[in-house]
């Protein structure tokens, strides 16, 4: 038995110092997030894909994202970085870029026009001087309005508002009907949110770029600015008073179950939904955006691939970019996660019914804008993320708010 | 004459590893963070020196000031607290009261709970509409309110209520070892006299404790300084920014928002209370060596 079990690891032993040669031309290693189990099976359909284009696929899933980009940055910078590692669609890896520490993908964008092909505020953060440095996976629109079915019929409300008024009157009506209007989780990252809609429905798309990707003083300090973050407070006055703290799933539950009428809150919430066995159109409804030229908000996950002079390890970069951005991989993905692909030119048929309102809103260039995340370094995201909070949950003047966030901004 | 050498030579050698681990680990790392506060550094490390530029953007900051007005708040409450309740639990137990071990135990047992459980454990109890609220309707009084956790105004009294909870019976055990050091003649003087037991504990005892008292004070101001996961766990500094504190606001620049500049001018910030509180501590002991 002993001596059974003894062969057998020193077997083990051989085929581990042998594995190496023999797979190290396509062996990736791959840190992400993704670890709850609708994310998890989505990773699992770029695993398969690129096992089945004749890689090696090495997990390292770390939970949380902030603990997840810490290890990568820390792996990068001792000196052990792996093959690919995930981070949001923002600038979270411009330093490591301007440290020279990533490898490009300009051979893959080359081959795929990806200047064509994505959308700007994509490209805005993944092309650094010339060279693309990410290969992006999906997109995320985080100013879904949801809204329960159940509650808008109580209170009367026959149609979708289609503008902030319009919006307004609806949460008015809500009220009026004994339901929570808006079903909101107080966290600073959710109020943010709540804002960026308000910015880009009621301030219009020229308003939000020249305050956020500018950051034009002017532009903060203006009247319509003001007018936008008077009805962000607006806001606040239909909130129930356990919002404070809560979860953004919790708020969905409310949704759910009749008690809020509205929420505003990112497509990972259409999972709480499908869990419930609510169908969109039936007992939910989602809307991209206020009317139908309201921007969308693009956000989203993309892989770098830290910097390597080992041949092996490059041509593992270079096929996993290439399944990466693959119409198949990326349908796959964004079916499980939620999301939608990057590309247009993929069979949107098979999403659910949101996530084809979501590409058919993408399909007009006018609407692309990307989230704060993508014109703001982490730094001045968290600076404005804080004035905001404080806004919404204290007693501050409106043009105290608006001085702190044109302070926030300046450098 | 190589023998007594190498005796005169041991307890340098024994204390080696944990003076370059004070060295390396503890002076080094805070020169390290000293230089980087004084440098623009974002997510990495740089040379760019730029001052007191990081400090001047810290004192600015209106989320930092109101940090260290919550550190301020919480440190008095909290450790004033926690050496009252210790206190006068000990005293308690002192009376050798029947089932001395299982109180002892019971109010230990909180400690052996980590920041981050008792915050969650907290959180559900003090959350408007559950627990303590919930509870006290229950019992009939159908208008109680009890939302501390979501008033701007209150938010960090409940992170002191959790925390004063969680490390008193860690007082009450270091206090109660001090009382059961303290001469059992004292106490039958003291009545041969006719003094009441109040008036001893007081002006005999208390005094006395001198130094268990020091040595509490210090591990309490410690754990004041490095509030960081009862927050979190309780009310991610909110509502709104009502409840953050000095060193959730390090982590968070540290990690979050890649400015490890700023977070280093604020960790360097932290470490003066800490200096300041231990340098009379340590000056009292060495005089005391002295004399």
Known sequence: MYRARNIAAACALLAAAALPSLAAAQTAEVI????????????????????????????????????????????????NPPTAAQFNTSKQFLDVIEQGMLNNVDEVARKES?????PAPIINVIKVKGHYYAVPLNIHMQAWIWYS??????????????????????????????????????????????????????????????????????AINSDAFKKVLLAFKRMQSYVDAGSPGRNWNDATAMLISGKGGVQIMGDWAKGEFTAARQVAGQQFGCMPGLGPNAPYLIQGDVFVFPKTTNPDAVKAQKLLASVIVAPATQLAFSKLKGSIPVRTDVDASQLDACAQKGMAAMKDKARQVGVTEVYLTPDQNGAIQDVLTAYWNTGMSVDKAQKNFAAALKN | MLARRFRTLTPFAALLPMALTVIVAYIGTALWTLRVSLTSSRTFASDNFVGLAQYERLFDNERWMLSLHNLAIYGLLFVVACIVIGFLLAVFIDQNVTGEGVLRTVFLYPYAMSFVATGLVW???????????QAVRLLGFPNFQFDWIIDQDMAIYTVVIATVWQASGLVMAMLLAGLRGIDPEIWKAARLDGIPAWRVYSSIVLPMLGPTLATVFLLLSTAVIKLYDAVVAMTQGGPGTA???????????????????????????????????????AYARSRKGQA
């Open chain 1, 32 to 79: 992400h997030w993704w670890t709850s189990g609708g994310e998890s099976a989505a990773v699992k359909q770029i695993a398969q894909a690129y096992r089945g284009a004749g890689g090696v696929w090495i997990d390292t899933a770390i939970a949380g994202g902030d603990q997840a980009r810490a290890v990568t940055l820390n792996r990068i910078v001792g000196g």
């Open chain 1, 114 to 118: 990806w200047d064509t092909l994505l």
């Open chain 1, 149 to 218: 079915q159940a509650a808008f019929k109580k209170a009367g409300i026959t149609r979708e508002p289609a503008n902030m008024d319009e919006l307004f009157a609806a949460l008015d009506k809500l009220k009026a009907a004994g339901i929570v209007p808006l079903a909101h989780g107080g966290q600073s990252w959710q109020e943010t949110i709540l804002f960026s809609s308000i910015l880009s429905n009621l301030g219009g798309k020229d308003l939000y770029l020249s305050v956020l990707r500018d950051r034009d003083q002017r």
């Open chain 2, 123 to 133: 959180q559900w109890m003090l959350t408007p509409g559950n627990g303590i609220e």
């Open chain 2, 243 to 281: 409840s953050e504190v000095p060193a959730k606001f390090i982590m968070d620049h540290l990690f979050l928002r890649s400015n490890i500049g700023l977070a280093s001018a604020g960790a360097i910030v932290l470490l003066v209370p800490v200096l300041a509180l231990l340098a009379p501590y």
